[in-house]
């Protein structure tokens, strides 16, 4: 039995890939807009943020927006996409079954 | 697809306010509240000076004696001219009413660095200033060493801010609290990290450093040429607004006057 591949395209217009940013990103957001706004949900986008924020220290070792929120959208995305990609490849799965 | 996921953003924002709200550390009561209570009608005795007076750095002293006898604090507030921080909390401490002892707050201790909003003055970094074996290096130095030797006390506090993580971000030094060997500095991490660091932002607790004290700055001197118990706590911008981090240094500065017997905080000990 071969594994199915989902096209990418599809993988990228998932629910799953956008739910999964935008909770990624959007409680860490909220967060790092107003401090009051940190909340056990931002945990995760805060730690993908802080490894970014290494990431980008190594590259350019000085204090600028880019080079912290950079590496925080690409990885969350990336993060994302790994995660819908998984999604849709179960449904291609179940509906094989099926 | 887009409605879909705007709605999806729409629940975690919410989800995420609320949530916050519900697991956040509260910040009733605790040594700040005891400090800023307003019944002022007791004996606490106000006044304020100017030191390095007719000269370029010229920047006032504030002194609160408590109605009882007690330890003398000194606490410092922009050393470093940028730390808003600790310039800010400085300034508030000035209306604090300790329990017992004296409180003396120097807010804009490098008052032109403070002035132009940079680390240094004219005379540089002015805590790198108090090499051991040595005179205070400028003459902003001496004056603020003056003032030292003038109150000699108990207990030194200089409030600092990094923009880094202690351990994450190598060219920051992060949140963390120097002291010096005979402090109280784990009791006031482990307050810190109790108090006001959330648990969802676990990169942000406090460590604490018994520091080696033969260096030039500031809290190393006043404990090796004065036997004052130091401290240097520096809270990080990483992340946090100006609000959050105020209430870092504000919750740590309380601490340690509470921890040295100046402000006595009901239910405790
Ligand atoms: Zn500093």
């Keep these: 039995m071969t594994i199915p591949r989902p096209p990418i395209r599809r993988v990228l217009a998932s629910p799953v890939t956008l739910a999964t940013y935008a909770f990624l990103v959007v409680p860490f957001a909220l967060g790092w807009l107003r401090s009051s706004w940190m909340s056990p949900l931002a945990l995760p986008g805060y730690l993908i943020f802080v490894i970014g924020t290494v990431i980008g220290n190594a590259i350019a070792p000085r204090y600028e927006f880019w080079v912290y929120w950079a590496p925080f959208l690409a990885g969350s995305f990336g993060l994302a996409t790994v995660v819908g990609y998984g999604y849709e490849a179960w449904q291609d799965e179940r509906s094989n079954e099926g | ?269």
């Design chain 2, 1 to 269: 697809m887009k409605r879909r996921s705007a709605l999806a953003a729409g629940c975690v924002t919410v989800g995420s306010i609320a949530t916050g709200a519900l697991t956040r550390p509260s910040s009733g009561g605790g040594p700040v509240a005891t400090a800023r209570r307003a019944d002022d009608s007791s004996d606490t005795d106000r006044r304020s000076e100017p030191i390095l007076e007719e000269t370029v750095h010229e920047t006032t002293l504030y002194e609160i004696d408590a109605p009882e006898s007690g330890p003398t604090a000194m606490v410092f507030g922009g050393i470093h001219g940028d730390e808003q921080n600790g310039i800010e909390v400085a300034q508030e401490m000035t209306d604090w009413q300790p329990d017992a002892g004296t409180l003396v707050v120097i807010p804009e201790t490098d008052r032109i660095a403070v002035e132009n909003g940079e680390r240094e003055g004219i005379d540089g970094d002015l805590n790198r200033h108090f090499p051991p074996g040595g005179e205070p290096q400028s003459e902003l130095a001496r004056g603020v060493w003056n003032a030292l030797e003038t109150y000699d006390p108990d207990v030194v506090l200089d409030l600092h801010r990094s923009l880094g993580i202690y351990g994450v971000h190598h060219q920051y030094v992060g949140q963390i609290v120097f002291h010096s060997p005979d402090a109280r500095g784990s009791a006031l991490a482990d307050a810190l990290n109790d108090e006001v660091i959330p648990w969802y932002m676990p990169l942000h607790r406090f460590r604490s450093s018994t520091s080696d004290i033969n260096g030039p700055l500031l809290f190393q001197a006043a404990n090796r040429e004065l036997g004052a118990t130091s401290y240097l706590l520096e809270s990080t911008s990483f992340v946090l607004d100006e609000d959050a981090m105020n209430r870092h240094t504000r919750f740590g500065a309380a601490k340690v006057l509470e921890l040295h017997g100046l402000l006595e905080t009901e239910g405790d000990e």
